[in-house]
């Protein structure tokens, strides 16, 4: 009988034994649960029967108790070095879950309150005859949520050409400053906004060129959507496969249509990223639009006439009025700008989501 | 030894879009000029705020606007000065990063390092999420949510440690103090400091970390001899980063601090402090032409010295990816 002799070079093991250290001792396991559950149990009993305060029991009875279980559990796995490997999972975890605390009591206050005020009337309707302590069933946000769109959509119209042609500079040319003017783009980033507000203050309004207006408000927006558009959308432009530039430039076209025809339609994705990530980021921003477009407590539609209320100015201007009615309206108002980032949020996720399965 | 003239050796070319013909001259024209808006929009603010703050810092002297310490538009003259302002920013960032660090260090490395992936992209999205809080929102939160917990934070911070100086506090009110409003400023610039840490984590050799593993080092061990070392200066960046932000944060602070012209060096528990950001949008209101002026120049302070710190985080941020040039 013929011999099969398997000329491939050594096998690859297959299914579990390709990753022995992903097999985990079952001794390991039940030490790890224990570390996971004992300190808790213990702490709440303690909280339960002495009933000292929350953050007295995390700090005096359950860390010290968790911290010496990890440490157990280490020493157990990994031998003497093990004690620090345990510190480190307790402390990661610990401080991981601290500010997600925090952050999801942000959430939960503003859905909480908010949710109080919200009704379609409060969306809808305008903030006219209304005084810090009217009831909540008059009046609303609905004037804030037009001139808060009509900001920061023409903000977003200048802004988004601007920053796609920086973005193909940064990606589709060989120059030289291409470094420096990466760095300004992310020093932008952390542009203060009151500054931006101060600046087109004292480039239009103190030199009076003109008085509180939207057209005002939309200006002080960019300097801060410019970095975020500019580099969003590089990294869009530079997902795009070279192999595709080479071969439009190589039939012959000019850059341009090059770049109009083949790499943007490519990176159209991309690109709905970048405006929407642009437009969450200034949508909440107050302190530039205190500075240049006022408040207004009725509908404006002329970006060149009067003040203009916005989300941001309102919720600003009923925080410091200190009636319940007013707070309760400011919270409404949270609510609304939490509820409309939200909604950009999961756009700009379904947008880069079809862009990777397309690429399958 | 002779060289073939006819035959040259032949040069991988690099293929790259010149411009051909006047629409490509448009095209990469309009690019960079686009491009080089970025520095005019830059020296525009810069212009501006200078040529209204200019009467300012000659009337009040520049280092007497910038280290004095006496802010008072009934004066005549008046009399503008800026540190304990300048100094509270300071203080107050300092506290937000120094609390934001480890939690934005420790939010990166769960993601990337121990979560399994499902968690890991879900909180990815969370960490985004969170950064497109608008800092009005987090003031709302805690001026009516948060400053009471925080208060009573301080308490037993100041009753346990009540005899080290940073915890002092003679009076007995916790409300409103540099410390509650570190703690907001933690809360907005943890996001920051942790997508961007994550990114570099993310960017990191694979190899190199499962190759300390494969050596017997453990999580803790390759934490600190390798991933830390490798992606250092990324992290440093990120948090430099994150101070910028947090030095012009303006409406998050105004609700939770108690804003004084009288410098608080230390004492983070005592119920003043200074926020140079939020005390020009306070004092804008009601400001006449000459103290708006003093306002543009406190503008001015500000904008070069997070233009500073920003700068300079980008460039080490820049150096620390060498692959993305």
């Known amino acids: ?360 | 030894m002779t060289v073939n003239v006819e035959r040259p050796i032949a040069v991988r070319r690099k293929l790259a879009a010149k411009p051909f013909s006047r629409a490509d001259r448009l095209f990469f024209g309009v690019a960079k000029a686009a491009a080089f808006s970025a520095i005019v929009i830059v020296l525009l603010i810069l212009a501006f705020l200078l040529s209204r703050s200019a009467s300012t810092f000659a009337e009040q002297g520049i280092i007497d606007f910038i280290f004095g310490s006496t802010w008072d538009a009934s004066l005549s003259p008046i009399k503008m000065q800026l540190w304990p302002m300048l100094w509270g920013s300071i203080l107050i960032s300092l506290i937000g990063t120094v609390l934001a660090v480890p939690m934005a260090i420790s939010i990166a490395y769960f993601i990337e390092f121990m979560a399994p992936k499902r968690v890991a992209k879900v909180a990815t999205l969370v960490v985004d999420l969170m950064a497109a809080i608008p800092s009005i929102v987090l003031g709302l939160w805690g001026a009516f949510v948060f400053t009471d917990v925080a208060a009573g934070w301080s308490k037993q911070l100041n009753a346990l440690f009540g005899f080290i100086p940073i915890f002092e506090n003679n009076s007995d009110n916790f409300l409103r103090s540099p410390f509650i409003a570190g703690l907001v400023v933690t809360v907005m610039i943890v996001p920051i400091i942790a997508s961007i840490t994550r990114e570099i984590f993310s960017q990191m050799d694979r190899d190199i970390i499962n190759a300390s593993l494969a050596l017997g080092g453990n999580r803790e061990s390759t934490l600190r001899k390798v991933i830390l070392p490798t992606a250092g200066g990324g992290v440093v960046g990120g948090i430099l980063l994150g101070l910028g932000r947090a030095l012009g944060e303006t409406v998050a602070i105004l609700y939770v601090l108690n804003l004084v012209f009288d410098t608080n060096w230390y004492q983070i528990l005592e119920s003043k402090g200074g926020s140079i950001a939020s005390m020009i949008i306070s004092k804008f209101g009601e400001a006449g032409p000459e103290e708006v002026g003093g306002l543009m120049a406190a503008g001015v302070v500000l904008f070069v010295f997070t233009l500073i710190i920003n700068a300079l985080a980008s460039y080490i941020v820049a150096k620390a990816q060498p692959w993305r040039k």
């Open chain 1, 1 to 360: 009988m013929e011999k099969i002799i398997d000329l491939s070079p050594v096998a690859r093991p297959v299914g579990r034994e390709s990753a022995p250290w992903s097999r985990i001792q079952l001794k390991t396991r039940v030490a790890v649960a224990f570390a996971s559950v004992v300190p808790a149990i213990l702490g709440l009993t303690v909280l339960l029967l002495t009933g000292i305060d929350f953050m007295a029991m995390l700090f005096a009875v359950f860390l010290p108790i968790q911290v010496i279980a990890a440490a157990l559990v280490g020493v157990l796995v990994y031998g003497r070095r093990g004690v620090l490997e345990g510190l480190l999972v307790v402390v990661t975890i610990f401080c991981a879950s601290f500010i997600v605390v925090l952050l999801g009591s942000v959430l939960w206050s503003v859905i909480a309150n908010g949710s109080q005020a919200l009704s379609w009337q409060f969306i809808g309707q305008n903030n006219y005859y209304i005084k810090p302590n009217t009831s909540l069933e008059y009046g609303g946000v609905g004037h804030a949520i037009i001139g808060s769109l009509l900001i920061v959509g023409t903000s977003t119209l200048v802004t988004v050409p601007m920053g796609l042609a920086t973005a193909v500079y940064l990606t589709e040319t060989q120059g030289k400053t291409k470094g420096l003017i990466r760095t300004l783009l992310q020093a932008m980033s952390g542009l203060p906004s009151v500054v931006s507000g101060l600046f087109i203050y004292a480039a239009f309004i103190a030199s009076g060129i003109t008085t509180y207006a939207g057209w005002t408000g939309s200006l002080a927006l960019i300097p801060l959507m410019l970095p975020t558009v500019a580099r969003v959308s590089e990294e869009a432009l530079r997902l795009v496969p070279q192999e595709l530039r080479n071969g439009a430039l190589a039939l012959g076209a000019p850059a341009w249509r090059a770049f109009m025809l083949v790499t943007l339609p490519a990176a159209r994705s991309g690109m709905v990223t970048a405006v929407l990530l642009g437009i969450a980021r200034v949508i909440g921003e107050t302190a530039p639009l205190v500075l240049t477009t006022f408040a207004a407590d009725r509908t404006n539609l002329n970006l060149f006439g009067g003040a203009m209320a916005s989300l941001p100015t309102y919720l600003f201007g009923f925080i410091s009025m200190g009636f319940d009615e007013s707070i309760q309206r400011a919270w409404g108002a949270a609510l609304v700008i939490m509820i409309l980032v939200a909604i950009l949020f999961t756009t700009a996720r379904l947008a880069s989501r079809t862009r990777t399965t397309a690429r399958k």
